[in-house]
């Protein structure tokens, strides 16, 4: 066979021309091959190329080495976030539970012990889908500790009398929610306790729930914390004795895992969590793999090019021509869709406000300063009678014409739902019950708020929303009032109104988080900024809504914006 340099010619003989492909015609990698004898002449890498093989293997593990480590770095501080998340949640229960329990332990010190009255007051808070299982009234200061009056299932602490004796003996002497485990009884359950400090009569009121026998959590599919398994412990232990509730299988629990120490009453919870799965995406979780994959090709196709890149200059700056085209081709498509998106949004929110009597009103939806996906945003001013005024705005979570289609099918529903019935707690009801009658991927925060022109008044309740500002003169303040879970969190939802007076010539500024919210900063600075640019200044709806547009919702701001301004005009 004769000998080939390190070019690839064959010594004694020219180079032979390619027949069929050439290297432009079979991409960037092709080499021309010449046959003899039918078999391939094959091609013998240079040092050159040798070199840049082994230099880009070296470049490869490197990156991938520091891929996987940032990945797993990432990955703890994210199931870590995620275990604080979790304990915030545990930890906002505990008004939830006190707040009947408390108000049971006053009325039964005001009515010394009254079992009527106490029944009366217990009944909607107990029973199968309700708050508590059983609830029960029990006497302080007593050596035989037992229930004087019992609303629901009877209490498992009521037959194990050595616990109750040193559980109310230990609640006697706090001021706070008390909480007790019935773990190894043959009905576990979790008990919660209060009674009022310096109390003349001396009552307790004790809560019980039952737990699941085998612990196993029916909570495991929420679709907030779906990404993770967890194991919740009473008090400081890790013990599997001392085990609440837990969506794992196996114990004891292996792998990557974060634990937050809770507070809970006069106790605390340890929460352990383990990850599903990557919680940064699988796409990072595959990275390293895909790095050494791509960059083995790589190294391979720049070992296979490093004998060839002198030829291919010429055909480098003629693609340069091309990838210039195809960027202003990119750009020009760039700009049509962003039109496209902005021209659909506005398509989906109301084509002009109603005439109201008494009322001048003015909105306005800004779109996100980058990026060509629609937002989420919408607002709509409903005249309910001749004297009412309905305001609903509101922000689905993400982006995209998924989030747009969510917001036009949540609007559409607000108004349906209100045509019904005008008052803004039975409206989210109704829509919350709606999201949450089948599965979703989503959230929304909504604001309702019902305006009575007669009396002055507004009633408003929120599903997670930023209050409105009300401004008076040259004064402003956020309305304060209840904030609900966001529609589509939690099932069967509480929406509590929040009824307020307003001052006459008054103006009402309802908007979404893209006006207020910074990546750079905290909410209570955009809030603050908010305020100082709407006050003092005494505008027109529409001036107030242009001000606010041009000083607020700048070329720099990273989402969509609503505003709807509401001026009283006596």
Not at 150 to 175: D, I, K, N, T, Y
Not at 286 to 312: E, Q
Not at 432 to 437: E, G, K, Q, R
Request: charged share 20%; aromatic share 8%; glycine share 8%.
């Amino acid at each position: 066979m004769p000998a080939m340099s390190s070019r690839g010619e064959v010594a004694g003989r020219k180079p032979a021309r390619a027949e069929g492909p050439t290297a432009r015609g079979a991409g960037w990698g092709a080499l021309p091959l010449a046959r003899e004898g039918g078999s391939l002449w094959r091609w013998r890498p240079s040092r050159v190329a040798t070199a840049a093989f082994a230099l880009g293997l070296i470049v490869t593990a490197a990156f991938a080495l520091t891929s996987l480590r940032l990945y797993d770095r990432n990955e703890s501080r994210l199931l870590h976030l995620r275990a604080r998340e979790v304990g915030s949640v545990i930890t906002a229960v505990v008004p939830s539970i006190q707040t009947p329990l408390a108000s049971a332990a006053e009325l039964a010190d005001a009515t010394g012990g009254d079992q009527g009255r106490f029944r009366a007051f217990m009944a909607p808070y107990v029973g199968p889908g309700r708050q508590f299982a059983s609830v029960s009234l029990w006497r302080l200061a007593t050596s035989r500790p037992a229930p004087t009056v019992v609303v629901g299932a009877r209490p498992v602490l009521a037959s194990l009398r050595s616990q109750a004796r040193a559980f109310f003996a230990h609640a006697e002497r706090s001021q706070q929610l008390n909480v007790t485990g019935i773990l190894s009884a043959p009905r576990p359950s979790l008990g919660f306790e209060f009674s009022t400090p310096g109390a003349k009569h001396g009552f307790a009121v004790y809560a019980e729930n039952p737990l699941p026998k085998d612990r196993r959590s029916t909570l495991a599919r929420n679709s907030a914390f779906s990404d993770l398994n967890y194991a919740l412990y009473l008090g400081h232990s890790r013990r599997k004795a001392d085990l609440v509730v837990t969506s794992l299988h196996h114990f004891p629990i292996s792998g990557r895992q974060a634990s937050a120490v809770t507070p809970f009453g006069d106790t605390v919870f340890t929460l352990i969590v383990t990850p599903n799965g990557p919680l940064g995406g699988s796409f990072f979780a595959s990275l390293p793999w895909i790095i050494v994959a791509v960059g083995a090709v790589i190294s391979l196709a720049a070992a296979l090019m490093t004998d060839r890149l002198a030829r291919r200059r010429q055909y480098a700056e003629q693609l340069t021509g091309v990838l210039d085209r195809v960027a202003a081709e990119n750009h020009e498509l760039y700009t049509e869709q962003r039109g496209i998106a902005q021209t659909l949004q506005h398509a989906l929110l109301p084509d002009a406000l109603p005439q109201l009597r008494g009322l001048r009103v003015s909105a306005r939806y800004i779109p996100a300063a980058s990026g060509i996906d629609v937002g989420g945003d919408w607002y709509d001013v409903v005249a309910a009678d001749d004297r009412r005024v309905l305001l609903v705005i509101g922000d689905v979570s993400g982006h995209g014409l998924h989030s747009a289609t969510t917001m036009a099918l949540l609007r559409h529903a607000t108004l349906a739902y209100a045509a019904e019935e005008y008052r803004p707690a039975a409206v989210l009801a109704k829509l919350s019950d709606f999201v949450n009658s089948e599965e979703h991927d989503y959230f929304a925060t909504v604001l309702c708020a019902l305006i009575d022109l007669e009396s002055h008044t507004i009633t408003m309740a929120s599903a997670g929303h930023i209050a409105p500002l009300l401004i008076n003169g040259d004064q402003g303040e956020y309305v304060k009032f209840d904030v609900n879970v966001p529609i589509g969190v939690m099932r069967d939802a509480d929406f509590r109104e929040t009824t307020v007076s307003v001052p006459p010539n008054s103006t009402l500024v309802a908007f979404t988080d893209g006006l207020v919210e910074r990546r750079t900063e905290i909410l209570d600075t955009g809030l603050a900024r908010l305020r100082d640019t709407a006050t003092g200044r005494r505008l027109a709806p529409d001036d107030l809504v242009e001000t606010l547009t041009r000083d607020l919702a700048s070329k720099d701001h990273n989402d969509d914006t609503a505003i709807v301004v509401i001026q009283w005009e006596s």
